[in-house]
């Protein structure tokens, strides 16, 4: 490996350089250490077939892959180098000399652990040389709302939520950190990644609603492991039921978990028996009952969400479903607002009738100061509390 400094500026129009990131899926191509996929060719393949999907860039392990996914590929590469070194806890490119191999190996950011645990070198120092050294960008992976502000101030070009969840720290949170990804968000302006977890194509979207500057994907995509196994589980796991009651023909079994072939079982015999015998009408038809939504929000500038309604509309009825509005906010009318214009909305729709439910710890004088009658009440629901159903003429 040379020690040759590679380029020596540091590029000054960052933004530029991170535009074709921006709201896009990076995926991250690594397999297990053992695994038959551990090899440089075929993590290029993937890589290729990630890009060819639109995916903008690729999050590469090992020098010797990232030369390998550099061959086959123009698109954007964050290299890391998981590297465990004595002593320390931090593994993701721990040192420079493992940035200066990803550098002239072809990657175009770094990522590093950003962590607050010991490191080999001081950070400042390390995304200093980055920069200075090798001409290239700064991903730091943090797990804390702390390490992200340290990493910031040490000169890190983009945060990512990496490690969130996966340090002493952060152990028994769960990812994807959409809660520190927006508690970063209200204190800094520089790009953040949501990456650790983000399972499913609608959590992706989730993230970029929420600020994310981009998204990394790696095992929900490449994980050919983790999907064989979860199959491989869920073939094997038989749901215990807890008691059992026989009689001579049938017997009744009872789950304190959900049991989702049977529950769907029965939902979907429900489902068929409602329309089949009010087929007249067409209520209980599948796009009836699903009704149609009315969601409206409040959002700042950046897109942020301050309040917001959830409703639909079902049949003749308006259906509010969730009301909130941000503490800083309250008191401004915009709960109002937001139940003017859901109601509007029904109305234009042909609605003639309003339902919703709240508890008596919730906004029950709100609701009937909008001309909405309480006609059911449930005390002791739970304890201590009231639950109240109330209905408006549209
Ligand atoms: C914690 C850590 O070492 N994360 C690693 C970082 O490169 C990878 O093992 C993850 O696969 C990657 O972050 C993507 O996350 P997910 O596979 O959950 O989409």
Redesign the pocket.
Same mark, same amino acid.
């Given at each position: 490996m040379s020690s040759q400094v590679v380029i020596q500026f540091m590029p000054r129009d960052i933004a530029q350089l991170l535009k074709p990131l921006e709201s896009g899926l990076i995926v991250?191509c690594?397999a297990p250490a053992d695994s038959p996929l551990n090899h440089p060719t075929i993590i290029a393949a993937i890589a290729e077939s990630v890009v060819a999907q639109n995916a903008v860039a690729v999050?590469i392990?090992t020098p010797e892959r990232v030369t390998a996914v550099r061959q086959r590929i123009s698109a954007p590469i964050l290299g890391?180098w998981?590297q465990k070194i004595p002593g320390y806890e931090v593994?993701?490119t721990p040192r420079f000399e493992q940035a200066q191999a990803l550098a002239e190996a072809g990657a175009d950011f770094i #990522?590093i652990d950003a962590t607050l645990r010991d490191r080999p070198e001081p950070i400042e120092i390390l995304i200093q040389r980055i920069h200075q050294e090798l001409g290239k960008l700064v991903v730091a992976?943090i797990d804390s709302l702390e390490s992200a502000i340290a990493a910031i101030q040490a000169g890190a070009d983009m945060i990512a939520t *990496?490690?969130y969840g996966?340090t002493p720290a952060t152990e028994g949170c769960s990812?994807p950190a959409f809660d520190l990804l927006a508690e970063i968000l209200e204190k800094s302006n520089v790009p953040v990644i949501c990456? %650790?977890?983000?399972?499913s194509p609608e959590l992706a979207r989730q993230a970029i609603d929420l600020g994310a500057y981009a998204v990394?994907? %790696? *095992? #929900?995509i490449t %994980?050919i492991e983790a999907h064989v196994q979860a199959f491989d589980a869920a073939l094997r796991k038989k749901i215990p039921a807890l008691l059992i009651e026989r009689n001579d023909t049938y017997h009744f079994a009872l789950f304190t978990q959900e049991h989702p072939s049977y529950r769907n079982y029965v939902r979907s015999k429900l489902r068929q028996y409602n329309p089949e015998t009010t087929s007249a009408n067409g209520y209980f038809d599948q796009s009836a009952l699903r009704g149609l939504p009315i969601e409206i929000f409040l959002l700042d500038d950046r897109d942020k969400v301050k309040a917001g309604l959830v409703s639909l509309t079902r049949w003749n009825w308006l259906l509010i479903e969730a009301l909130w509005v941000e503490e800083s906010i309250r008191r401004q009318g915009f709960a109002s607002q937001l139940m003017h214009l859901a109601e509007q909305e029904a109305r234009r729709r042909g609605c003639t009738e309003a339902l919703l439910d709240t508890f008596s710890f919730q906004a029950k004088e709100f609701y009937e100061k909008l001309g909405y009658e309480m006609f059911a009440q449930v005390d002791d629901y739970p304890s201590g509390y009231s639950f109240f159903q109330l209905k408006k003429e549209l």
């Amino acid at each position: 490996m040379s020690s040759q400094v590679v380029i020596q500026f540091m590029p000054r129009d960052i933004a530029q350089l991170l535009k074709p990131l921006e709201s896009g899926l990076i995926v991250s191509c690594q397999a297990p250490a053992d695994s038959p996929l551990n090899h440089p060719t075929i993590i290029a393949a993937i890589a290729e077939s990630v890009v060819a999907q639109n995916a903008v860039a690729v999050r590469i392990d090992t020098p010797e892959r990232v030369t390998a996914v550099r061959q086959r590929i123009s698109a954007p590469i964050l290299g890391l180098w998981k590297q465990k070194i004595p002593g320390y806890e931090v593994y993701i490119t721990p040192r420079f000399e493992q940035a200066q191999a990803l550098a002239e190996a072809g990657a175009d950011f770094i #990522a590093i652990d950003a962590t607050l645990r010991d490191r080999p070198e001081p950070i400042e120092i390390l995304i200093q040389r980055i920069h200075q050294e090798l001409g290239k960008l700064v991903v730091a992976d943090i797990d804390s709302l702390e390490s992200a502000i340290a990493a910031i101030q040490a000169g890190a070009d983009m945060i990512a939520t *990496t490690m969130y969840g996966f340090t002493p720290a952060t152990e028994g949170c769960s990812p994807p950190a959409f809660d520190l990804l927006a508690e970063i968000l209200e204190k800094s302006n520089v790009p953040v990644i949501c990456e %650790g977890k983000v399972n499913s194509p609608e959590l992706a979207r989730q993230a970029i609603d929420l600020g994310a500057y981009a998204v990394v994907v %790696g *095992t #929900a995509i490449t %994980g050919i492991e983790a999907h064989v196994q979860a199959f491989d589980a869920a073939l094997r796991k038989k749901i215990p039921a807890l008691l059992i009651e026989r009689n001579d023909t049938y017997h009744f079994a009872l789950f304190t978990q959900e049991h989702p072939s049977y529950r769907n079982y029965v939902r979907s015999k429900l489902r068929q028996y409602n329309p089949e015998t009010t087929s007249a009408n067409g209520y209980f038809d599948q796009s009836a009952l699903r009704g149609l939504p009315i969601e409206i929000f409040l959002l700042d500038d950046r897109d942020k969400v301050k309040a917001g309604l959830v409703s639909l509309t079902r049949w003749n009825w308006l259906l509010i479903e969730a009301l909130w509005v941000e503490e800083s906010i309250r008191r401004q009318g915009f709960a109002s607002q937001l139940m003017h214009l859901a109601e509007q909305e029904a109305r234009r729709r042909g609605c003639t009738e309003a339902l919703l439910d709240t508890f008596s710890f919730q906004a029950k004088e709100f609701y009937e100061k909008l001309g909405y009658e309480m006609f059911a009440q449930v005390d002791d629901y739970p304890s201590g509390y009231s639950f109240f159903q109330l209905k408006k003429e549209l």
